[in-house]
C-alpha cells in the first residue's frame, strides 16, 4: 500500500514537495503531545534515526525495506518484510524521508497528509491521515 505514484519513465524526479503550515502544525502538535524526540525536516515531515545504515539511496534507486505503516491512534493499516519498490513511484514522505538513511538503517517517519496520501480515501486509510511509518532498508539496488 505503499506505492502511490507511478513514474513509467524512468527519469530520476526532483522531490521538491513541502506539507502546508497547517499540517506540520498539526503534526508538531501530535509530536509534542505524545513527548516524542523526532527532528523536524524544512520539507514538513519529521523522523527518528534509529540505525543509519551505510550506502545511502537516491530517490533514484530501487530499495528493498521492511516496514509498518500505522496511524496516530496505534492501529496498523499495512506492513510487510523485504519488499522491493522503486523509490521514486512512492508517496513522498518516502521519497523524502528514506535516503536519510543507508543500508542496514532503520527510521520512524511521521508523515503529515500531503506527504502521505493526501486528502482522498486510500484504501483503508481516510483522507487527510496523519502516517507513522517505520521503516528498515535492507538493500539499495
Known sequence: MSCKKDNSNNNCPTVTVTAPA????????YITDNNITATEDSRGFFYQIHSPGTDKPT????????????FTNGTQFDAAS???FQLSRLVI????????IGTGGSITLYLPPSLGYGSADYGDIPGNSILIFDISLTAVN
Open 82 to 84: 523485504n519488499v522491493t
Open 93 to 100: 514522505g518516502w521519497q523524502e524521508g528514506i535516503p536519510l
Open 59 to 70: 530517490v533514484c534507486n530501487t530499495v528493498t525495506v521492511n516496514y509498518a505503516g500505522k
Open 22 to 29: 497547517s499540517e506540520v502544525e498539526t503534526l508538531r502538535n
